[in-house]
């Protein structure tokens, strides 16, 4: 703990963020941050991954880029490790998420859901194994959906494919990597209040969902963020290849 009382169990941790313009990804660096880590944020858009990176503090990192384009995952690693020598915690979250309904979705659009939701995770856990796996330390987190458990509420058949294909990659990378000292977790949130969940839902939509919920609300960035802080911790050590869900029992319905 630190003199104000906040917790400081990240203190000398480097996390890597990605799709933190916004949402789950900026909750998840801004709590990373406050609780010691320095934070590379990945976001596409050089100017928005600036702005973000400034808003944390000093120990913040921008590393922009598409992280389907070419190298670009590996370049994100490079330029965090030249930054802060190591690199211990990944956060796979940024997502294409739409609500494309079945007979209007194109080849094109579900290809490019996997590339962002499954092959990116996938390029950017092999960008920081040589890395982590030389320093015995390393705990990667993919954000997936209740839609890889189930079914998505909003999005297209893409969506939810491609996030049920995230959790298959973390069990397999968790088989495979846990000799490294390395753990790969899921987290599953399900409806959660931030601006794309408002995007893809009117208002009137939302309040009926959530009513249904045995937490009957949706859930806050930052409920989610505290969450991915757990799987990231060192307290964690134990687990891995776990899809952990934070729903407000919307899964058990």
Request: proline letters at 3%; charged letters at 20%; aromatic letters at 6%.
């Amino acid at each position: 703990m630190t003199p104000d009382g906040t917790l400081n169990d990240f203190s000398g941790r480097v996390a890597i963020v990605t799709g933190a313009a916004r949402g789950l990804g900026r909750a998840a660096a801004k709590r990373l941050y406050e609780r010691g880590a320095s934070v590379a944020v990945n976001v596409r858009d050089a100017e928005r991954a600036e702005e973000v990176a400034t808003s944390l503090g000093e120990r913040a990192l921008a590393v922009s880029g598409d992280i389907v384009e070419e190298g670009v995952p590996e370049e994100i690693v490079r330029l965090t490790i030249e930054r802060f020598g190591r690199v211990d915690v990944l956060i796979n979250n940024a997502s294409f998420a739409r609500s494309t309904r079945f007979q209007n979705l194109s080849a094109e659009e579900w290809r490019e859901a996997l590339e962002v939701n499954l092959t990116a995770p996938f390029l950017l856990t092999k960008a920081v194994l040589p890395h982590m796996s030389k320093q015995g330390y390393g705990r990667i987190i993919n954000i997936s959906s209740s839609a890889g458990r189930m079914v998505s509420t909003l999005g297209g058949a893409h969506y939810t494919a491609s996030k049920a294909g995230l959790l298959g990659l973390t069990r397999a990378s968790a088989k495979e990597l846990g000799k490294f000292g390395i753990t790969v977790n899921a987290i599953c949130p399900g409806m959660i209040d931030t601006e794309l969940t408002h995007e893809n839902a009117s208002s009137e939509l939302l309040e009926r969902l959530a009513a249904s919920y045995p937490v009957p609300r949706l859930g806050t960035a930052l409920e989610v963020a505290d969450l991915i802080c757990f799987a990231a911790s060192e307290a964690a050590g134990y687990l891995t290849g776990t899809s952990l869900d934070i729903n407000g029992g919307d899964l058990m319905m």
